[in-house]
């Protein structure tokens, strides 16, 4: 439903069209009198007017002065003018306002029911497409990170494919476009967290990295399918990315995020490429992290060499990494297993397994739906429960097998794992 102003200086002609013509017929729910400009700009402050149906002579300020001043401040209200007179330059001006309809007095009131049944016609479509738009907008980040989890996730191939995924997901693209990504590996949480806590700071993460990488040039953060954080930068055509300055957005990520959000990470930047290298860039990526196990904290680039290897491998890397991924997680579980009574970090495992030790987390919580501090926990209180249970050793003695050497920190742990104190739940199995 819709409210409608009539605005004019003439008492008679504003009740004959307020009370001449049955509004209710046409969505129209309130209908609002004003005898001047000022009247009509105070009616303004106090109700939502969507219609304005208008005279142009008028004392002090003139019809067309009033719909200067709506288009400048309610440019979404829709105006129709009626005058005493047919004058070319009245209805000249009041076109290049942008006024809906021009009508003379007297006024026929089929015509002015005509057009703001068409005003109305008018507003129902802007207000849909004003909706949809906003929903598609509110979307389109979602809908950019799906096309490029989609693109890594299936590999991408050939540029028919690659154009169809453009039109499935309605993205400003083509397959000429070119692209520099960046991967950010999370390397250290410097505090112990939970799955959930570790998820949150990397959507925190992830924010930091468009606000301060990213910045007003045109790209997004996404994460793919396995968990890596990635960074997408459009080069804007005719323009060549500057490097010193990415490096330098990403120092000051990795300094803020250091900082604020507990943990070291690095960057690992790309290379400029267009499809279908796009995919080969981002596997040689991936290949950099995984083989980093010395530098923390760092922005890592491609090196030309380096980079031409990994491309002349393609995607094959990603099938390898398949294949070995199941023999990868059995070398940990043994690993936990035969050091269950050492102090364990996720940093000793990927140096025990070669790997850098960002990839192996995302790579041990995908195979297991479990984080690896989550793992070593439960395999802990397992052990402790075990031997609370079936022997009569020391609790302190238990504490020191299962990688506790502070009995209090033991006792804390255990209680929230387990909803007991050891001594209680020892008493409660005897």
């Not at 209180?381 to 003695?397: P, Q, R």
Request: overall charge negative; some cysteine; charged content about 25%.
């Amino acid at each position: 439903m819709y409210n409608l102003l009539v605005v004019d200086d003439e008492l008679y002609a504003v009740k004959g069209i307020t009370q001449g013509i049955d509004w209710s017929e046409m969505d129209i729910s309130k209908v609002f009198e004003a005898f001047d400009a000022e009247e009509a700009k105070e009616r303004f402050a106090l109700s939502a007017i969507d219609i304005v149906i208008c005279d142009i002579e008028m004392p002090s300020c003139n019809g067309l002065e009033l719909l200067e001043w709506i288009k400048e401040h309610y440019p979404q209200t829709e105006t129709i003018f009626v005058t005493g007179h047919a004058d070319f330059n009245y209805a000249r001006r009041a076109i290049h306002l942008d006024s809906f309809a021009y009508l003379l007095k007297p006024v026929d009131y089929e015509e002015l029911k005509a057009a703001v049944s068409r005003v109305v016609q008018k507003l129902i479509i802007d207000r849909t497409y004003k909706k949809y738009s906003s929903l598609f907008e509110s979307q389109k980040p979602l809908m950019e990170e799906r096309f490029w989890q989609e693109f890594f996730a299936n590999r991408i191939a050939s540029e028919t494919q690659f154009e169809q995924l453009i039109t499935k997901y309605q993205m400003n693209i083509s397959s000429q476009f070119s692209i520099l990504p960046i991967l950010i590996s999370v390397e250290l949480w410097q505090k112990e967290l939970t799955v959930r806590e570790e998820e949150i700071l990397e959507y925190a993460l992830r924010n930091a990295a468009s606000e301060l990488i990213v910045k007003g040039d045109q790209g997004c953060v996404i994460q793919d399918r396995r968990g890596h954080n990635i960074i997408i930068l459009y080069e804007k055509q005719g323009e060549s990315m500057d490097v010193e300055e990415l490096t330098r957005r990403c120092e000051s990520y990795l300094s803020a995020c250091n900082q604020y959000f507990y943990c070291n990470l690095s960057c690992y930047v790309g290379t400029v490429s267009t499809f279908p290298n796009l995919l080969k860039t981002y596997v040689s990526l991936l290949e950099m992290e995984r083989s980093n196990v010395t530098q923390s904290n760092k922005v890592l680039a491609q090196f030309n060499q380096w980079s031409q290897r990994i491309v002349t491998l393609g995607t094959d890397i990603i099938q390898v990494e398949d294949r070995e991924q199941a023999s990868v997680i059995q070398k940990i579980y043994d690993y936990i297993d035969e050091h269950l009574q050492d102090e364990l970090s996720r940093e000793q495992i990927a140096e025990y397994v070669h790997f850098n030790s960002a990839y192996l987390s995302r790579l041990f919580r995908k195979e297991t739906n479990t984080s690896l501090t989550d793992y070593i926990l439960e395999k802990r209180m397992h052990k402790a429960k075990l031997l609370l249970v079936s022997t009569n050793i020391k609790i302190s003695d238990i504490s020191s097998l299962v990688g506790y050497g502070d009995i209090p920190h033991f006792t804390k742990m255990f209680k929230r794992y387990v909803g007991l104190t050891p001594q209680e739940f020892r008493k409660s199995k005897s």
